[in-house]
């Protein structure tokens, strides 16, 4: 619960702080802005949230200069960003899991495979299953199911919206902040502070910048 | 980990990094800096185009 409302606090005040920033310095670089809430942002919610922000307060402001971006680019960015660090973070805990239980901390117990599925999250099964079914209506069915595909999704997305802020209103009634602050969470909250700020958020920029400065969203016609 | 234990910890003594963590650590840094050139090598010879 700790380290949860940890990350949830500061996710809400970078959703809260960051895509102004973008807007302020980044909006004549949408896609770096995209990337580096992505980047920025920890938690998957969060970060897409801010990316959401993100790309109405840029294309609010590129508007009044006269640029009228395509929508859906900016959080497309985040969202790639964001689903491509989960995939890594993934693969590399594995491989240094595999290393540490295989080469270094060689114990008497030998990990079995059954333990990659005993860990695997199950949830992830309810994403391909729901990737499968939209993919099937979207090209294994009649053309008037695919036609009607994205307004049904886009009425999914009102869930989307209201479990994403139960998820934060859940946190927030359960976080008892007398007891956090006891139990040492203003020392985690400086580690995580000075990291964010100091190290994690300037980085994810730079790397935004490296792999998306000059490319633009496509304009509207 | 249950937050006793987080408390705990929290109020003991840093300790220092074992020599092969440092190892990982050094290793972990390192190919994802050298992966980074390669991707930005990529980005730069193959640039997206929308």
Same mark, same amino acid.
């Given at each position: 619960?700790?380290?949860?409302?940890?990350?949830?606090?500061?996710?809400?005040?970078?959703?809260?702080?960051?895509?102004?920033?973008?807007?302020?310095?980044?909006?004549?670089?949408?896609?770096?802005?995209?990337?580096?809430?992505?980047?920025?942002?920890?938690?998957?919610?969060?970060?897409?949230?801010?990316?959401?922000?993100?790309?109405?307060?840029?294309?609010?402001?590129?508007?009044?200069?006269?640029?009228?971006?395509?929508?859906?680019?900016?959080?497309?960015?985040?969202?790639?960003?964001?689903?491509?660090?989960?995939?890594?973070?993934?693969?590399?805990?594995?491989?240094?899991?595999?290393?540490?239980?295989?080469?270094?901390?060689?114990?008497?117990?030998?990990?079995?495979?059954?333990?990659?599925?005993?860990?695997?999250?199950?949830?992830?099964?309810?994403?391909?299953?729901?990737?499968?079914?939209?993919?099937?209506?979207?090209?294994?069915?009649?053309?008037?199911?695919?036609?009607?595909?994205?307004?049904?999704?886009?009425?999914?997305?009102?869930?989307?919206?209201?479990?994403?802020?139960?998820?934060?209103?859940?946190?927030? &009634?359960?976080?008892?902040?007398?007891?956090?602050?006891?139990?040492?969470?203003?020392?985690?909250?400086? &580690?995580?502070?000075?990291?964010?700020?100091?190290? &994690?958020?300037?980085?994810?920029?730079?790397?935004?910048?490296?792999?998306?400065?000059?490319?633009?969203?496509?304009?509207?016609? | 980990?249950?937050?006793?234990?987080?408390?705990?910890?929290?109020?003991?003594?840093?300790?220092?990094?074992?020599?092969?963590?440092?190892?990982?650590?050094?290793?972990?840094?390192?190919?994802?800096?050298?992966?980074?050139?390669?991707?930005?090598?990529?980005?730069?010879?193959?640039?997206?185009?929308?």
């Amino acid at each position: 619960m700790l380290v949860s409302s940890l990350v949830v606090v500061f996710a809400v005040v970078e959703v809260l702080i960051l895509p102004f920033l973008a807007q302020t310095f980044l909006w004549q670089e949408p896609l770096v802005a995209g990337a580096w809430i992505g980047l920025a942002i920890k938690t998957d919610g969060a970060a897409v949230a801010g990316g959401g922000i993100t790309e109405s307060l840029i294309m609010a402001k590129a508007a009044a200069e006269g640029i009228k971006y395509q929508p859906g680019w900016i959080l497309a960015t985040t969202t790639t960003v964001k689903i491509f660090i989960d995939i890594f973070i993934g693969i590399w805990a594995f491989i240094l899991g595999y290393i540490w239980t295989n080469h270094i901390d060689k114990g008497p117990d030998k990990a079995k495979a059954g333990e990659i599925w005993q860990r695997f999250p199950k949830f992830i099964l309810g994403f391909i299953l729901v990737f499968a079914i939209s993919l099937w209506l979207a090209v294994g069915t009649t053309p008037d199911i695919a036609k009607a595909l994205p307004a049904a999704a886009g009425e999914a997305n009102v869930f989307r919206v209201i479990f994403f802020i139960l998820t934060f209103f859940s946190i927030g &009634v359960l976080s008892d902040f007398r007891k956090l602050w006891q139990q040492g969470f203003g020392r985690l909250a400086a &580690v995580y502070f000075v990291s964010l700020f100091g190290f &994690v958020i300037w980085v994810g920029l730079l790397i935004s910048w490296l792999f998306f400065s000059g490319v633009k969203p496509p304009l509207a016609s | 980990m249950s937050e006793t234990d987080l408390r705990e910890e929290l109020k003991a003594p840093v300790e220092p990094l074992l020599p092969i963590e440092k190892k990982l650590i050094g290793w972990s840094l390192g190919l994802g800096i050298a992966f980074l050139i390669v991707l930005i090598a990529i980005n730069h010879f193959v640039p997206i185009k929308l």
